[in-house]
């Protein structure tokens, strides 16, 4: 134990997720190793980032203006949304260019455990854009654990009344460059059920 601002300041950083009291001592002792020009440089940044970004009010991805980037772009497929667990999904999808579509945003998974139900996900939101939009798809690309699945089997009955709309998963299987033999069985039985005829 510290005392004082350092100790302060380890404390805070141990608040971080990911971030245990160890990590927390050497990240504290690493700023104080740094110039006082960088440290206010990152002080800056968190205090902007607290400051401008909000929330879109379409899809919930993280913006600075009323719509995200993605929302504003007109040149975006508006016939698809892809659904997504966290903001941070977005970028990843992006990265691939395969999805031209919007987005949905829930702020998580259902997730009994942590006390997270339906009604604390963007869900109302999103059924409210399936009702006043041309949208013809809706891709589910929560995460392939347990609470992703129970939330993607949530959603897809729940768009069971628009018959108008195809509902989709993300395939999910076996990583590129992975060996079978570290695969476990809801990846393997995943790969084999997705699996697709050779040209």
Known sequence: MYEGAIQELIDELGRL????PKGAQRIGFWLLDQPKEDVERLADA????KQKVRFCSVCFNVAEDELCRICADPRRDRRLICVVEESKDVPAIERTREFRGLYHVLGGAISPIDGKGPSQLHLREL??????SQITEVIL????????EA???YIARLLKDWPDISVSRLASGLPVGGDLEYADEVTLGRAFSGRRAVD
């Open 46 to 49: 968190i205090i902007q980032v």
């Open 151 to 153: 939330t993607a089997t």
């Open 17 to 20: 997720p990911g971030i245990g």
């Open 141 to 148: 690309a929560t995460n392939p654990n347990l609470e992703g």
């Open 127 to 132: 059924v409210a854009r399936l009702a006043d």
